[in-house]
């Protein structure tokens, strides 16, 4: 069963322009995690937050995770057409325990 | 380091016959899982393995399906007999004990006629 919903489901932006996605989860978490998905290949994981960290950056991503309201969201700065991809987040509930996917956001950079 | 392996890449084939998806994953990673990937339901986890013994198959949609990890570097997914609704894009992920990312193989693009 999915845990985690992103928000929106697809997102068409400039590039150049800032991409933000969201992601709800309903139970409490060990950590949150996300993943891109390019067309026809596999999940890559992108950046990992533990419950106990707020923010989180790596190059051009940013996360943030709000364990009072269950959500965290990810922001590419700066896209890129190669950003083109469906992005996933992931909740592990509780140590070595398998990671709950959502559905994704399809993101669209046109150049 | 190579990734997780998966084979084949795609596979057509009639209903009713068996198919076996292959995944080698990396060396050294406790955790194996075995997921579905399809529009309308998403990635749906399917069975994991922890040092090759299976964990929780719950998510296994039925008796046709089956899953086996002889070893650390080999695991299998059978589907016996398949069916259309079968269709799928099929990935296998491994990772390490704690708090560690998993690595995905490039999938089984997998189609029942």
């Known amino acids: 069963s999915q845990q985690g919903e992103e928000d929106p489901q697809a997102l068409s932006i400039q590039e150049g322009e800032n991409a933000t996605m969201n992601c709800s989860y309903k139970?409490?978490?060990?950590?949150l995690q996300w993943y891109r998905q390019n067309s026809g290949r596999g999940l890559v994981h992108l950046i990992l937050?533990?419950?106990?960290?707020r923010e989180k950056h790596s190059g051009r991503l940013r996360v943030t995770l709000d364990t009072s309201k269950k959500s965290s969201s990810l922001l590419i700065t700066a896209s890129r057409a190669a950003d083109t991809a469906s992005y996933f987040c992931?909740?592990?509930?509780?140590?070595?325990?398998?990671?709950?996917f959502g559905k994704g956001t399809r993101l669209s950079v046109i150049a | 380091d190579a990734g997780v392996i998966q084979s084949p890449r795609h596979e057509v084939t009639e209903m009713g016959q068996e198919v076996t998806l292959r995944c080698k994953p990396i060396?050294?990673?406790?955790?194996l899982f075995w997921y579905r990937q399809t529009m309308m339901r998403g990635l749906e986890l399917l069975i994991y393995?922890?040092?090759?013994?299976?964990?929780?198959d719950s998510g296994m949609p039925e008796d046709r399906f089956s899953a086996k990890m002889p070893n650390a570097s080999f695991s299998t997914l059978k589907i016996q007999p398949s069916e259309p609704r079968d269709s799928a894009v099929y990935f296998c992920?491994?990772?390490?004990?704690?708090?560690?990312?998993?690595?995905f193989g490039d999938g089984t693009r997998l189609s029942i006629l």
């Open positions: 937050i533990r419950s106990n960290e």
């Open positions: 992931a909740t592990e509930n509780s140590g070595n325990t398998p990671l709950v």
């Open positions: 393995f922890n040092n090759n013994v299976p964990i929780d």
């Open positions: 060396s050294g990673h406790d955790y």
């Open positions: 139970t409490s978490i060990n950590n």
């Open positions: 992920a491994s990772r390490g004990a704690g708090n560690q990312p998993q690595h």
